[in-house]
């Protein structure tokens, strides 16, 4: 870069070492983009399967062995994508539809149900790269609503589809379609019927095609108001430094009229972008919808440049408390910060960085 020779002296000097300046944090720049691009970055991901009142007290062992083998399992197929050098975006997209095969988590089999008797599925996916979004709401047909919103992010010009034509999308894309039977879950069920009788509603007949009623009640993996938010979600970074967030759910127990959360809300409970991190969160969708509260995350980091940590915790333990909007949420930057943070009295949880073992969590008082 040439100087401007016509200025005297010292002001010819500062204009010129300015311009130093900037060459070398530009070539600084692209160094650091063309090391990434050669896969610079250790791989992480983070994983939850929802947030509540979920104490030692109230679960069995054997259910604890269950939800922790569930999302280690979930951890371990994002770990291998990301090891063999795959994308967040596959990472996240393999780990959900495992989750959603789980019938111990709200999402897929083992989704809550509807007050009317369905099972009504949301789910959304974003890239961190491209920042291109997927999301669907309402899905009853689709085995994996991840892989849906997936498809709706890569083949459609749209963002979001709902109801029966995001499954009509579904089935024209060739994604695996189920009956809705596939979705029940005797557990479940039985919470859906607790549920209305408490409230004093309707319990809806059994949906057809399922086994019928058993004669003794089923065991329940949690007392009734135990788990109540049970979405699943993950956060990736891979190699070449780009982020993603996945989300799915079944939404909340006895939900009407349609009713859709944050899971599949751009920005509420799903978000990512290489500019700042990415975002899952879980709890009462209708906090994190109206507090935005995956995209603040990514806001404070991107503008105020907080630590991630920093960042969760204002939203999730300030904003949304001071709202009595129950959750959590998981979060990941593409300098590898991992963070949770949950108002609940827990979370199930995983994270992983590459070369480092898996640490779970359920509870509060775990690290
Ligand atoms: N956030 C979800 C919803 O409101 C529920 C959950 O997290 O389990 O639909």
Redesign the pocket.
């Known amino acids: 870069m040439k100087c401007l020779r016509r200025l005297a002296g010292p002001i010819m000097l500062s204009i010129c070492s300015f311009a130093v300046i900037l060459t070398t944090s530009k070539t600084a720049l692209s160094q650091t983009t063309s090391a990434n691009r050669a896969g610079a970055h250790k791989w992480a991901v983070v994983v939850h399967g929802?947030a509540g009142v979920i104490e030692r007290s109230s679960m069995t062992r054997e259910a604890e062995a269950k939800y922790r083998a569930g999302i280690t399992e979930a951890i371990n197929a994002a770990a291998a994508v990301l090891d063999k050098g795959g994308s967040s975006l596959d990472a996240v997209q393999a780990a959900i539809e495992l989750l959603e095969d789980n019938p111990m988590f709200?999402a897929g089999r083992g989704a809550v149900f509807a007050a009317d008797g369905t099972n009504q599925l949301?789910a959304a996916i974003m890239d961190g790269k491209t920042m291109q979004a997927g999301a669907v709401a309402d899905v009853r047909r689709t085995r994996h609503p991840i892989s849906l919103a997936r498809a709706v992010m890569e083949q459609s010009p749209h963002v979001m589809l709902v109801g029966t034509g995001a499954d009509d999308f579904a089935a024209h894309v060739h994604l695996e379609q189920v009956p809705p039977s596939f979705f029940f879950t005797e557990h479940r069920w039985q919470q859906l019927v607790d549920e209305l009788k408490k409230q004093g509603m309707p319990v809806p007949p059994r949906p057809e095609g399922v086994p019928p009623a058993p004669a003794t009640a089923v065991a329940m993996y949690e007392s009734p108001d135990a788990h109540k938010?049970?979405?699943v979600g993950v956060v990736a970074l891979d190699r070449n430094g780009n982020v993603a967030a996945g989300t799915s759910?079944g939404?909340?127990t006895a939900k009407r009229w349609n009713r859709v959360?944050?899971?599949p809300i751009i920005g509420a409970?799903t978000y990512a972008s290489n500019q700042s991190c990415a975002v899952s969160?879980?709890?009462?969708?209708e906090y994190?919808i109206r507090l935005t509260v995956a995209r603040t995350i990514c806001a404070l980091v991107q503008y105020k440049g907080m630590p991630l940590q920093a960042a969760v915790d204002e939203v999730v333990q300030k904003q949304l408390v001071a709202v009595h909007g129950d959750?959590g949420v998981i979060a990941l930057t593409p300098d590898g910060q991992m963070a949770w943070s949950f108002n609940t009295p827990g979370m199930f949880r995983a994270r992983r960085t590459e070369g480092a073992t898996t640490q779970t969590g359920i509870y509060r008082d775990e690290p």
Do not use: E, L, Q
């Not at 969160?281 to 969708?285: E, L, Q």
């Open positions: 929802g709200n949301d938010y049970g979405t759910t939404g909340t959360g944050d899971s409970g969160g879980t709890g009462v969708g994190f959750g």
